[in-house]
């Protein structure tokens, strides 16, 4: 949550090539070929109700207020915050929540999963339904790799105070929004997931049940205020600017996680609207990273998903919501560093603003806008046709509705030229 894809052939071990990236300056950059997507239209549209929650699950939100609709605490842990998401071959997906309420303080109680649903779109009258299915996993450290105190295992028991109403669990090496901000997923062929997240930021990895299989991986030279090593030392990244996406190559041996905003050296660079593309191999991070250029500093990174070897998907959007929404766009990035300066280079697919919707599907009129303040999910159907989905900051409302909660809202979209899609990175499993 910012209030602030794929299969892949992807075993224990990272194998790579870096990406590498010299220092350029702002003026050298290229936008890229700004095309029209004027051709892209809604084909499908499905929502979950932003009140659905896991059957039998913790109560939560004892940190937080909640809403004139939704008052706190809630009755058990909300499926959303769609953060990551996993296209199953199915129809179903994946979807990784973040951790929870916004913040370290605030998401003790909120438990970090991922869960499936299933989208059920109806392409005659917009009326469509996505539909919760399970909790796939919850995620945990069973082995004790995560080298500081974990809410449940310490981090409670320490606590000057709680709010009324909670109690601090047995330990159970469960994990939670205080212990991790998850924010991007990949899912390897022998079942294992990579996680991006915000609080180190940190890339993470999971066996199939969840289970942390080593240690967090830390990013060199950047920390966020939320990182548990800090200690007197200084951040150098906002929080909320970690890990936003994360994509890997079809090969499975290109992993590159991808920052959500700008370090403080970037900025004092004159850098402000530049994203660093990071490199991992072999569980390491490259010394050499590339940079996205953002059309405004005040962007930020929605997702980031690999087409093929050399392109991916980019979600960059705006701090707006509702009516304040101007900007919400899906860019085609070249990889291949081309010019050698260091920059990717963009084309525009998507506008989210501005997506034709000639059958009238949804009940938001055509041409179909998007005007969510997070949209954090991007995925590849096939060569015509993606998925994108919100994150709902639950139980905030702004996108829709100034009072009531925004839903978990699931597009497809037809694209108005087909994507160069690498057949490893279709929806399997």
């Not at 609207?273 to 010394?287: H, N």
């Not at 989210?352 to 999910?377: C, H, K, Q, R």
Request: aromatic residues 8%; contains cysteine.
């Amino acid at each position: 949550m910012t209030l602030g894809p794929r299969t892949l052939a992807l075993a224990t071990a990272l194998a790579v090539t870096a990406l590498g990236a010299p220092a350029t300056t702002a003026s050298a950059i290229p936008h890229g070929s700004e095309v029209d997507p004027g051709g892209a239209v809604l084909s499908a549209w499905s929502v979950l109700p932003a009140t659905t929650y896991v059957p039998g699950s913790e109560r939560s939100g004892h940190w937080t207020s909640g809403s004139a609709v939704v008052p706190a605490p809630y009755v058990g842990q909300p499926v959303q915050g769609f953060s990551g998401t996993h296209a199953l071959a199915d129809g179903a997906f994946l979807v990784l929540s973040d951790n929870g309420f916004g913040a370290k303080a605030n998401s003790a109680d909120f438990l970090l999963a991922v869960h499936r649903i299933t989208p059920e779109p109806d392409d005659v009258d917009g009326s469509g339904e996505t539909t919760y299915d399970r909790t796939a996993l919850t995620f945990s450290d069973p082995r004790s790799l995560i080298p500081w105190t974990t809410w449940r295992d310490g981090g409670c028991a320490a606590a000057d105070v709680v709010p009324a109403g909670y109690s601090c669990p047995e330990p159970d090496r469960l994990l939670t929004g205080w212990d991790f901000d998850p924010e991007s997923l990949q899912v390897a062929d022998d079942g294992t997931l990579w996680v991006g997240e915000e609080f180190g930021p940190y890339v993470l990895h999971f066996d199939a049940r969840g289970r942390l299989l080593e240690a967090p991986l830390p990013t060199p030279g950047v920390r966020s205020p939320s990182n548990p090593t800090l200690g007197a030392g200084m951040p150098n990244l906002p929080n909320s600017k970690g890990y936003e996406g994360m994509s890997i190559s079809p090969n499975g041996q290109v992993l590159h996680p991808m920052l959500e905003g700008a370090t403080d050296e970037d900025k004092a660079a004159g850098l402000a609207d530049a994203l660093r593309i990071y490199t991992v191999r072999k569980g390491e991070f490259d010394d050499r990273f590339l940079r996205y250029r953002m059309e405004s500093p005040a962007h930020a990174l929605g997702d980031f998903i690999q087409v093929n070897n050399h392109e991916a998907l980019v979600i960059e959007r705006d701090n707006g919501q509702g009516p304040t929404a101007a900007f919400k766009r899906i860019y085609l990035v070249d990889l291949r560093d081309t010019d050698r300066d260091g920059w990717v280079s963009k084309t525009l697919v998507v506008d989210l603003m501005d997506v034709a919707n000639p059958g009238g599907l949804s009940p938001y009129g055509d041409p179909f806008t998007f005007p969510f303040f997070t949209i954090e999910d991007v995925e590849i159907l096939d060569a015509d046709t993606i998925a994108v989905m919100n994150d709902n900051n639950f139980p905030a409302a702004g996108g829709r509705s100034t009072t009531q909660p925004d839903q978990n809202e699931y597009l497809e979209i037809t694209l108005s030229e087909p994507l160069r899609v690498d057949h490893r990175l279709m929806p399997r499993g």
